[in-house]
């Protein structure tokens, strides 16, 4: 069955770079997302990557697939105290939209 | 555009009671609509897939007789929790498909269950 996991904590300084990691089991994925979770809220997707790529540039986020290893990983420049938050990573496998979660890294940035 | 409005935001019921959450799709039409729940601390587990004027399909383990999912429109899916628990106070949250031109899923802002 489809297993996501991630580390759970993450501490950086302001300005730094953090990032995020997921591996999974499931290759079949055809789209892998990485969604911010602030206290009591939904969910906002912050950028998805599309399986048959590697990398994907979106202002200070990058996104790092490497398949052969079954790890995503998540690259936030100069981070901010609001982008404190859980990031979660998620898989599509099919046209359902159905998405399998990871367990989510909590992220602190400290001032 | 492409906005999923979820409601309450947070709901106490009693013990016993049936309490039920709304899923809208605002902006445009959702055939499939998909239920979460996160415990404190937690990932996202899928409870269930809600389909547009058919049955839902309940993922192993969820009772389909004490969480009743209805989509009766392209616009709008509820989830009734039958019978709350404490056990089944926690954190729901619910998604739908995008525009086809937009390659996510959309999600609500989530209801806070809590039962007393």
């Known amino acids: 069955g489809e297993d996501v996991e991630q580390s759970l904590f993450l501490s950086v300084r302001e300005g730094d770079s953090s990032v995020i990691n997921c591996t999974y089991t499931d290759s079949s994925s055809t789209y892998l997302y990485w969604y911010k979770q602030e206290p009591g809220a939904g969910l906002q997707l912050l950028t998805y990557?599309?399986?048959?790529?590697d990398m994907k540039q979106d202002q200070r986020l990058t996104v790092l697939l490497n398949k052969k290893d079954k790890h995503l990983s998540l690259r936030i420049a100069d981070t901010q105290t609001g982008d404190s938050a859980i990031y979660f990573c998620a898989e599509r496998f099919d046209s359902s939209y159905k998405l399998i979660f990871g367990s989510g890294t909590r992220l602190l940035v400290r001032p | 555009g492409a906005v999923v409005s979820q409601h309450p935001s947070r709901v106490i019921c009693k013990s016993g009671t049936s309490v039920k959450i709304e899923c809208r799709s605002l902006?445009?039409?959702?055939?499939?609509m998909f239920w979460y729940r996160q415990f404190p601390k937690q990932s996202l587990m899928l409870m269930a897939t809600?389909?547009?004027?058919?049955?839902?399909?309940?993922e192993q383990g969820v009772e389909k007789d004490k969480f009743l999912i209805n989509h009766a429109s392209l616009t709008l899916s509820t989830l009734t929790v039958t019978s709350a628990h404490p056990e089944d106070s926690s954190f729901y949250i619910c998604?739908?498909?995008?525009?086809?031109?937009?390659?996510?899923?959309?999600f609500g802002q989530g209801t806070r269950l809590t039962v007393v």
């Open positions: 990557i599309f399986s048959n790529m």
């Open positions: 998604s739908a498909r995008g525009p086809t031109d937009r390659n996510e899923a959309f």
């Open positions: 809600s389909n547009e004027g058919s049955k839902a399909t309940y």
């Open positions: 902006d445009f039409q959702a055939t499939t």
